[in-house]
């Protein structure tokens, strides 16, 4: 796994042990940032931050701040070690659960531009509060949702947003949403 593009392109980063969490594939990240073109200076929220490799490709190309939220321990070793390795400026991290941490995040006064949430793929009721937490939470309001998941993953509150495109990678899918 490593940055695909940007100042730290190459750069090679940790997985944590254990498989509760599922890094997302480089060719997914590498079709997901030819989607969403140029981030620079760009404000990110990457939830279920896991290894961070998202996170960093938003740093890497130039995002202006990112939080990282995650709060398993052995994922917090691999996003810490890749944040002190890449050692790029401009990001938080939250040691905390995604409610604590999304109505933190919402007090702290920043608009998103964008907020990637990639959830454990079994863990569909964090699919669906996570969601229906980000359509009432107001610094989300004029973000782009970015929502990675499996196929069969069936998501209840995709309705709350609008779907404005949907991208199938064999087993992964990805939603891009808006709040309505």
Partial sequence: MRIITGKKKGLKLISPKGDYTRPTESRI??????????????????????????????????????????????????????????????????????VIALNEIDRNGNFFDFIYVDPPYDSINIYDNSLKLISELEVFRESLIIVESDVNTEIKNLQLFNIIDKRKYRSTILYFLRRQ
């Avoid at 200076?41 to 130039?62: H, Q, T, W």
């Avoid at 070690?81 to 995604?98: Q, T």
């Fill in 29 to 98: 990240k590498e079709s997901l940032f030819n989607i969403l073109g140029n981030v620079t200076d760009s404000i990110v929220c990457d939830l279920f931050a896991g290894s961070g490799a998202i996170g960093l490709e938003f740093l890497s190309r130039g995002a202006k701040l990112v939080y990282f939220v995650e709060n398993d321990i052995n994922a917090l070793t691999a996003l810490k070690s890749n944040l002190k390795k890449a050692n790029l400026p401009n990001y938080k991290v939250i040691e905390k659960d995604y």
